[in-house]
């Protein structure tokens, strides 16, 4: 074994000086080509005649109070795809990173890596001809302990000032809800998970009031996020109508989000404001499956049930026999569906535009997996940055002013006939999005919320 290689562990501490981190924990993994380094606010600007990018980390895992703001030379961008199927555009650094007593110049990635166990890979370009591996070992050249931590980030923890503000949603490990906690306290604001199923109500006309589990009364929170998922849309509404009802401003409102969820009436909603949709059709009777397959210009046709979500419900009939089954088979359940066109042209993909009061603020194009129709990141699809036309903003904005949603994730297929909207989500995920687009989309909520308050 070469004596001058140093040996390390499967997980290791580092330090990047040109970038101001003094310690942060790195997972050593010769499986990965490229090192990356957890980055969020990620901006490129110019610096003396060349390219630079800034960007926010949080240092230490599970901690987003404590914040570095860096700023490095940009060497280059390139197109990565993660193992879970993203494919996204990152920034390229070079800085110096130091282990032990070794320091040397490497290339690192920017991306979010909140989901990740580590804020820092080390892959085996950054280790060739320095580094051996023993994966049974960690921590070879030493540990940090917590107190070493907090006095190396004792200038970096921001003082608690702003708004309070709560985030109605039941998971919080959720990467969505990690994201919108995480910018909120970055912009300095108090951010508080609120389980909806630990909340609870006391209806009252001179004093309506939310408790929490143990009897806290949730008094004087300024605004309310609601992220309910679809299995709990009554109760989750239920609770946005009562903070509404104690004057605390809610992003969505739980009429815009109740409306949304009813997919017949989100319909009928947008064609009354000159939204173009594909042709649907929708019938009480099986008796009526013959003309409602007609209707829609026959096979290959959707049907989709009323209470499907992230794709699943929905079903390809590619021919009038094959319609006729899935719709008769939903139909001795008693289930509600849609009978709907089929975008042959689109090729398994659609547009996910993302509107934060009244402004589209990102857009992918997600595209399905081989095999598959439904283009939805849950059902396996990938996610790329698209430049969306004029048209196909302004039926993103339309149509959620036409929902009244502050927030609003509009899917947008491209057809022979021009842009169709195919549906309006009231709690669209950020996950695909940020990662494919590099924008920070939770902030860009926050900073909403800070708008109807004149708030800076």
Same mark, same amino acid.
């Given at each position: 074994? *070469?004596?001058? &290689?140093?040996? %390390? $562990?499967?997980?290791?501490?580092?330090?990047?000086? =040109? #970038?101001? +981190?003094?310690?942060?924990?790195?997972?050593?993994?010769?499986?990965?080509?490229?090192?990356?380094?957890?980055?969020?606010?990620?901006?490129?600007?110019?610096?003396?005649?060349?390219?630079?990018?800034?960007?926010?980390?949080?240092?230490?895992?599970?901690?987003?109070?404590?914040?570095?703001?860096?700023?490095?030379?940009?060497?280059?961008?390139?197109?990565?795809?993660?193992?879970?199927?993203?494919?996204?555009?990152?920034?390229?650094?070079?800085?110096?990173?130091?282990?032990?007593?070794?320091?040397?110049?490497?290339?690192?990635?920017?991306?979010?890596?909140?989901?990740?166990?580590?804020?820092?890979?080390?892959?085996?370009?950054?280790?060739?001809?320095?580094?051996?591996?023993? *994966?049974?070992? &960690?921590?070879? %050249? $030493?540990?940090?302990?917590?107190?070493?931590?907090? =006095? #190396?980030? +004792?200038?970096?923890?921001?003082?608690?000032?702003?708004?309070?503000?709560?985030?109605?949603?039941?998971?919080?490990?959720?990467?969505?809800?990690?994201?919108?906690?995480?910018?909120?306290?970055?912009?300095?604001?108090?951010?508080?998970?609120?389980?909806?199923?630990?909340?609870?109500?006391?209806?009252?006309?001179?004093?309506?009031?939310?408790?929490?589990?143990?009897?806290?009364?949730?008094?004087?929170?300024?605004?309310?996020?609601?992220?309910?998922?679809?299995?709990?849309?009554?109760?989750?509404?239920?609770?946005?109508?009562?903070?509404?009802?104690?004057?605390?401003?809610?992003?969505?409102?739980?009429?815009?989000?109740?409306?949304?969820?009813?997919?017949?009436?989100?319909?009928?909603?947008?064609?009354?404001?000159?939204?173009?949709?594909?042709?649907?059709?929708?019938?009480?009777?099986?008796?009526?499956?013959?003309?409602?397959?007609?209707?829609?210009?026959?096979?290959?046709?959707?049907?989709?049930?009323?209470?499907?979500?992230?794709?699943?419900?929905?079903?390809?009939?590619?021919?009038?026999?094959?319609?006729?089954?899935?719709?008769?088979?939903?139909?001795?359940?008693?289930?509600?569906?849609?009978?709907?066109?089929?975008?042959?042209?689109?090729?398994?993909?659609?547009?996910?535009?993302?509107?934060?009061?009244?402004?589209?603020?990102?857009?992918?194009?997600?595209?399905?997996?081989?095999?598959?129709?439904?283009?939805?990141?849950?059902?396996?699809?990938?996610?790329?940055?698209?430049?969306?036309?004029?048209?196909?903003?302004?039926?993103?904005?339309?149509?959620?002013?036409?929902?009244?949603?502050?927030?609003?994730?509009?899917?947008?297929?491209?057809?022979?006939?021009?842009?169709?909207?195919?549906?309006?989500?009231?709690?669209?995920?950020?996950?695909?999005?940020?990662?494919?687009?590099?924008?920070?989309?939770?902030?860009?909520?926050?900073?909403?919320?800070?708008?109807?308050?004149?708030?800076?």
């Amino acid at each position: 074994m *070469p004596q001058n &290689k140093i040996i %390390l $562990g499967s997980e290791e501490w580092c330090t990047f000086p =040109e #970038l101001g +981190i003094p310690a942060i924990k790195a997972r050593v993994d010769s499986g990965a080509k490229t090192s990356a380094l957890h980055a969020i606010n990620i901006a490129p600007f110019i610096k003396d005649a060349e390219n630079w990018v800034k960007f926010d980390i949080n240092p230490i895992q599970n901690n987003i109070k404590t914040v570095i703001h860096c700023e490095a030379k940009l060497i280059d961008k390139r197109i990565v795809k993660s193992s879970s199927g993203y494919r996204e555009q990152r920034f390229v650094i070079q800085t110096i990173l130091k282990i032990g007593n070794d320091s040397w110049e490497i290339e690192m990635t920017l991306t979010n890596r909140d989901s990740m166990g580590f804020r820092m890979l080390l892959g085996r370009e950054a280790m060739s001809g320095r580094i051996l591996v023993d *994966p049974e070992q &960690k921590y070879l %050249l $030493g540990q940090t302990s917590v107190e070493s931590l907090k =006095e #190396l980030y +004792i200038d970096s923890v921001p003082n608690k000032t702003g708004l309070r503000i709560g985030l109605l949603a039941s998971n919080p490990d959720l990467y969505s809800n990690k994201r919108i906690m995480e910018a909120g306290e970055m912009r300095g604001h108090q951010m508080h998970f609120l389980n909806i199923k630990e909340c609870y109500m006391k209806l009252d006309a001179d004093k309506p009031e939310i408790h929490y589990r143990g009897g806290k009364i949730l008094d004087n929170f300024d605004a309310i996020i609601p992220r309910i998922r679809p299995s709990i849309t009554f109760y989750g509404c239920a609770l946005t109508r009562q903070f509404q009802a104690m004057k605390v401003y809610c992003l969505n409102s739980a009429a815009a989000i109740t409306q949304s969820r009813d997919k017949l009436f989100s319909l009928q909603l947008l064609l009354r404001n000159g939204i173009d949709i594909p042709t649907t059709g929708f019938a009480n009777s099986p008796l009526d499956t013959d003309d409602l397959i007609k209707m829609v210009g026959g096979p290959p046709l959707i049907v989709k049930l009323l209470e499907g979500t992230q794709g699943k419900g929905v079903v390809l009939a590619e021919t009038k026999k094959a319609a006729e089954s899935v719709i008769n088979a939903f139909k001795s359940l008693n289930a509600n569906i849609l009978v709907q066109e089929f975008i042959k042209e689109a090729d398994g993909k659609d547009l996910r535009l993302f509107v934060v009061d009244g402004k589209v603020v990102a857009a992918i194009q997600r595209e399905a997996a081989p095999g598959e129709f439904r283009a939805n990141i849950h059902m396996g699809g990938t996610a790329s940055i698209i430049r969306p036309t004029t048209d196909e903003k302004r039926i993103a904005i339309k149509a959620a002013k036409a929902m009244d949603l502050k927030v609003a994730g509009v899917d947008i297929i491209r057809s022979s006939k021009g842009p169709l909207l195919l549906e309006v989500n009231s709690s669209p995920g950020l996950e695909g999005i940020e990662g494919a687009t590099h924008k920070d989309i939770a902030g860009e909520m926050i900073r909403a919320i800070e708008k109807n308050f004149k708030w800076k």
